[in-house]
Nanobody, 115 residues
Framework: QVQLVESGGGLVEPGGSLRLSCAAS????????MGWYRQAPGKQRELVAT???????NYADLVKGRFTISRDNAQNMLYLEMNSLKPEDTAVYLC?????????WGKGTLVTVSS
């Protein structure tokens, strides 16, 4: 059974930083493309960043230069380092695991950027 559990969300002031984590189990983690998505209230879910099995990364334009995605295959962990946070980054951040037709989601962790 695939399980993705996010952690690290919280309240942060504009300009601050947070590090999100996603613990994966029930999958052959190293072969999966892993990703972070976010969904703000009243908005559609959107891509934040992905990292594939070869450690190649892809970022949404809105977060380029501020966010960094990384993975630890030995620990089955996915990370998102978020810097220079803005109020518009406020959203539920969800972890995604994708391999062919296999696609799984975590329940998300809330990030609130506010003074």
């Amino acid at each position: 059974q695939v399980q993705l559990v996010e952690s690290g969300g919280g309240l942060v002031e504009p300009g601050g930083s947070l590090r999100l984590s996603c613990a994966a189990s029930g999958i052959s983690f190293s072969v999966y493309t892993m990703g972070w998505y976010r969904q703000a209230p009243g908005k559609q879910r959107e891509l934040v960043a992905t990292i594939n099995s070869h450690y190649s990364t892809n970022y949404a334009d809105l977060v380029k230069g501020r966010f960094t995605i990384s993975r630890d295959n030995a620990q089955n962990m996915l990370y998102l380092e978020m810097n220079s946070l803005k109020p518009e980054d406020t959203a539920v951040y969800l972890c995604n695991a994708n391999y062919g037709f296999r696609n799984s989601w975590g329940k998300g962790t809330l990030v609130t950027v506010s003074s």
